[in-house]
């Protein structure tokens, strides 16, 4: 599918959004118009509902693919600096990886919680692809694959 400028903005933008919605309309992009672009991006499977707002109002997420409509395979949400969830990250990034026993050490979690962590918060939520190898005579070592991170616009 070709992206009219509007349909580019829009996805750009909630690319750029901390959740990834789509909160920042162009003030010329009312009414039927908005409707038409909102329903085409819908159709094509680039936005999908996500909540709804305080008015009743239907409010929308990108998709996988509507990152991918504009050129991102994947990208990090942005995450607090300090936090556990980026403690994690930072060690898995790292060359050598972490193995869960240097994970369970730096955050104070038990082992399930950072798993979990792994395979919700980091994976599902966030879309991070995280590499696991078992080193031969050794512990298991992960890893992130290198990801995209947008910069915020503000």
């Known amino acids: 599918m070709k992206l009219t400028p509007s349909q580019t903005l829009l996805l750009t933008a909630a690319a750029n959004h901390p959740q990834q919605l789509l909160a920042?309309?162009?003030p010329n992009l009312k009414g039927g118009a908005l409707i038409k672009v909102l329903t085409s991006l819908g159709n094509e499977?680039?936005?999908r509902p996500h909540s709804k707002g305080p008015s009743g109002n239907t409010?929308?997420?990108i998709t996988k693919a509507g990152l991918h409509a504009?050129?991102?395979e994947q990208m990090s949400?942005?995450?607090r600096e300090g936090s556990k969830q980026s403690v994690i990250v930072e060690l898995m990034k790292r060359s050598e990886g972490a193995t869960l026993a240097q994970m369970v050490e730096a955050t104070g979690?038990?082992?399930h919680t950072v798993r979990g962590c792994m395979a919700g918060a980091l994976k599902k939520k966030l879309g991070l692809t995280i590499d696991s190898v078992k080193e031969v005579g050794g512990?298991?070592?992960y890893r992130v694959s290198p990801y995209i991170s947008l910069p915020t616009s503000r």
């Open 24 to 26: 920042d309309f162009p």
């Open 45 to 47: 499977s680039l936005i």
């Open 59 to 61: 409010i929308f997420s």
């Open 70 to 72: 504009i050129g991102i």
């Open 77 to 79: 949400k942005p995450k």
């Open 109 to 111: 979690w038990q082992a």
């Open 139 to 141: 512990e298991r070592v």
